[in-house]
């Protein structure tokens, strides 16, 4: 069950399980001791393998481990362009327990912390202090790296034992992320608290996710200046200045991007959500998965759309999504001129490192000029396809769109 970017899809990735989803009445048709092969770079699953098909897969793994394995030489070197542009490359979690092996993969912090897993995995609302214990041992594993802690987003195919808002019709377009946090004040300002109390101990970043407009981060950041007020009070130390940022992941949220700026320090866009939003496909349906493209017209325009709003804000833009992690996204990406970071799960990151290590901003901006001017998603994904394995032969051998 479930789509590519779906609970449990990111969760495998995170791991750095290969894995398939969505292959209906699998299990009907193996039996325990089967030998299977899971081609997670392909998406193929091969019950009882032939000798010959065996022997295939183990050298394609070897060989696949032996390019992973030369990625991670001068892995600790920045993401820089041939010239000179340099884009931060992080990671994201879901857990302060995968924070020890960032640097393994080259990390510069972490650019989104998924706060809801620890509501998740708890019998009850997690305390103040509980989430303070969290948020600062995670502050303080990664400084002087920055970490950006995502405020709960609840909802969908993440919901909770002890909340009783999992049977609404449709939890995508329900009472989910901000949305949850401003309908229960309460609840949020005991995460701000411990967000804030952590930030004494190193670089932390708030970060507001479900965004449709200007009005709730306002609304957001009334709540976050009262429980300030409160900390002030009663003297509790915290980083006064910390920077405040929206996910960009609703059609709203991009149209009215250019307001939105205004109320924040920094956007990072959500495209799992985004792409689900804009194209009107359900990222856990399997059965629509093939319409979930990320390459079609209107997701790049968008892109675009908030990069150039950025640009006149004067404000750091930055990806958070799968497509942040893509290494077929990531020269149009640079193209877009005012690329902050990506954030992303922590074994994409030598590859996307790769890319950036080997391209210039000149070629980047007339391939995402090339790439707008396409008006069909099979355009573009052959087009992508083809010029990336161009300019990168050893890079994109396989994994075709």
């Given at each position: 069950m479930g789509g590519k970017t779906s609970h449990v899809g990111i969760f495998a990735s995170a791991l750095g399980i290969p894995s398939v989803v969505g292959i209906k009445s699998l299990t009907t048709k193996i039996n325990t001791g089967d030998q299977i092969i899971i081609d997670g770079i392909n998406g193929h699953v091969i019950t009882n393998p032939t000798k010959k098909t065996l022997e295939h897969y183990k050298a394609k793994q070897l060989e696949h481990k032996q390019y992973e394995r030369k990625l991670l030489i001068n892995i600790e070197k920045p993401a820089i362009t041939l010239d000179n542009f340099r884009v931060r490359l992080m990671a994201n979690i879901e857990s302060i327990h995968e924070i020890k092996g960032l640097k393994k993969f080259g990390a510069e912090g972490v650019g989104l912390y998924r706060t809801e897993f620890l509501y998740l995995s708890s019998p009850s609302f997690p305390s103040e202090i509980d989430l303070f214990k969290n948020f600062k041992k995670a502050a303080q594993e990664i400084t002087p790296q920055p970490i950006i802690i995502?405020?709960?987003?609840?909802?969908?195919?993440?919901?909770?034992?002890?909340?009783?808002?999992?049977?609404?019709?449709?939890?995508?377009?329900?009472l989910r992320g901000i949305r949850m946090s401003l309908a229960n004040p309460e609840l949020f300002s005991t995460q701000l608290r411990a967000i804030l109390r952590a930030s004494f101990y190193g670089n932390v970043k708030i970060m507001y996710p479900m965004i449709s407009d200007a009005q709730e981060v306002i609304q957001a950041n009334s709540i976050l200046e009262k429980v300030k007020d409160e900390m002030r009070e009663k003297q509790i130390p915290f980083s006064d200045d910390i920077e405040i940022g929206a996910v960009i992941e609703t059609p709203s949220a991009v149209i009215c991007s250019d307001q939105i700026l205004k109320e924040v320090d920094f956007i990072s866009i959500g495209t799992n959500d985004l792409i689900q939003y804009i194209l009107a496909v359900d990222r856990m349906n399997e059965q629509v998965a093939h319409l979930y493209q990320p390459y079609n017209p209107a997701i790049l325009i968008a892109l675009k759309h908030v990069f150039d709003n950025a640009v006149v804000a004067g404000k750091k833009v930055s990806i958070c999504g799968e497509l942040g992690g893509d290494p077929l996204a990531t020269l149009f990406l640079l193209g877009l001129s005012n690329l902050d970071s990506l954030s992303m799960d922590p074994h994409s990151i030598p590859h996307v490192k790769k890319i950036i290590c080997q391209s210039d901003m000149n070629d980047a901006r007339k391939f995402a000029k090339q790439l707008l001017n396409l008006n069909r998603t099979t355009e573009i994904n052959c087009f992508l396809n083809d010029e990336m394995r161009k300019r990168y032969p050893l890079d994109f051998q396989q994994n075709p769109i």
């Open positions: 995502r405020t709960l987003d609840i909802g969908m195919d993440k919901q909770p034992a002890f909340l009783k808002s999992n049977d609404e019709d449709n939890p995508a377009l329900g």
